[in-house]
């Protein structure tokens, strides 16, 4: 629905929950679920070309940057006014002249993706989503209603939400943070979109997008709520994903009904490779590397990116991690860095190693 893992462009909203809403009896939250999978799916081949694309292609496009010279921040933010193509988009916003903006929704992705440029620039000299100093675009406004939000290759896209069920896919800085870590992975590790090295990709982009949220909020392991997108899914008690508890970001949700993420490797949900079935249910069993790390975090103390954070960057852009990397995978690269990091019988090793055997991985 979102993509297929050759050519995917990666959501916030994985299609078990839009599949639900299509079996709403109220009409519009239907078609509306049935017109958010349909544009979810349209750039993908979008993306494929990017990803073919020569290097002079990529500059030209903007995938990658052509500037060379001091890091900087470079971002745009367009209003997309409801189309579905961008060639109406119109610039609200670029860091060059850094002006006002006036709405809420172009305010909250300008400070997600300041803060997401802060803390990859901040805290591992990374320049950028390409660490060559690619421009952030980010579009707004997106479609009528649209129910989920994506990164397909160059652009971080947000639709607004019905309203009803869905807030703006603006509304949290985790899922902003989610989207672009999705643009990070691709220049990294490249984690293939399918069963459990889709469903790293999709907890490194969890993983950093709550960091990015709770270093901009100054909250430490104890303090944060370790929730996905609790204001993109509307009502108190719900949020998209919990990383502290999977399985328990909504429960009896009216129409969604309960978050099926699992924490363990022994309730591992096998789906089929296929867009229905979130190809391997990329979105479902993060649950698990996802509680590795909380637990791994938690154990550690203090802030998340102290220290858990640098192991799990030190992973990401490790050249040994491969496209098709199975959680053991993960487990082990991360134990040898909280090594190398922090010392062979620190803590930290400790933390780690807790961390998987939590999740029972
Ligand atoms: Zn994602």
Redesign the pocket.
Known sequence: MCKNHFNPI???IPPHMLDKLMLSDNKEIADLAVNSSFRSNRYRSDRAFFQASTDHAKTVLGVISGVTGPAVLQMSVYDNKHRTDFTHAKLLYDSTTNQAVTSKDAKNVIAGGKASWDFYFQLFGRNSIDNKGMTISQYIHYDRKMENAYWDGRRMVYGDGDGVIFASFTSDMDVIG??LT?GVTEHEANLEYSKQSGAL??SF?DIFGIMIKQRFLNQDVKTADWLIGENVLKGKQYALRSMKAPGTGYVNHPLLGTDPQPATMDKYVDLPDTSQGDYGGV?INSGIPNFAFYVAAYNMGGYSWDKAGRIWYAVLTDESLAQDAQFVDVKNLSIVHAEKLFGLNSPEVTAVKQGWIAAKV
Request: charged share 20%.
């Open positions: 990666h959501c916030i989610h989207e999705h990709n999709e982009s979105h």
